[in-house]
C-alpha cells in the first residue's frame, strides 16, 4: 500500500501563488507516475498534472491545457515529495486538489490522497 499526504492548500487572492505538496510513503517502489487532480464542486475530477519516474532521476511532466503556463509540477526524491507550484491563480481554479499514484504495475492511479481545498477569491 502507498498512504499519500496532501499539505499547503488554502485561501488566495485571483493572481496570487500557492504551493501544495504530497508526500508519500508505504510501498513508494511500486510508483511510476505522480499525478495532481482536482474536482470542483458540480464539476468532474479533472487531471492537472503529471510528473513520471517519480523516485528516478530525469522524468517527464504534463499538464491540462488550462493550467500550462501557470503551473508547475517538481518531485524531490529525498522527500519521496511531489510538488505543485501553482501561479497567476484564477477563481476557476478553486477546488479540491488531490493527489495521485500510479502502479508500474496496474499502470492505474491506484493510489490517492485525501485533498487539500485550494479557494482562489475575486
Not at 507516475?33 to 487532480?37: E, L
Not at 530525469?58 to 488550462?66: F, L, M, R, V
Given at each position: 500500500q502507498v498512504q499519500l499526504v496532501e499539505s499547503g492548500g488554502?485561501?488566495?487572492q485571483a493572481g496570487g501563488s500557492l504551493r501544495i505538496s504530497c508526500n508519500a510513503s508505504g510501498a513508494i517502489v511500486t510508483i511510476n507516475?505522480?499525478?495532481?487532480?482536482r474536482q470542483a464542486p458540480g464539476k468532474q475530477r479533472e487531471l492537472v498534472a503529471t510528473m513520471t519516474r517519480f523516485l528516478l532521476r530525469?522524468?517527464?511532466?504534463?499538464?491540462?491545457?488550462?493550467v500550462?503556463?501557470?503551473f508547475t509540477i517538481t518531485k524531490d526524491t529525498s522527500k519521496n515529495q511531489v510538488d505543485l507550484q501553482m501561479n497567476s491563480l484564477r477563481p476557476e481554479d478553486t477546488a479540491v486538489y488531490y493527489c495521485a499514484a500510479k502502479s508500474a504495475l496496474t499502470r492505474t492511479y491506484d493510489f490517492w490522497g485525501q485533498g487539500t481545498q485550494v479557494t482562489v477569491a475575486s
Open positions: 488554502g485561501l488566495v507516475t505522480m499525478g495532481w487532480y530525469g522524468g517527464s511532466t504534463n499538464y491540462a491545457d488550462s500550462k503556463g501557470r
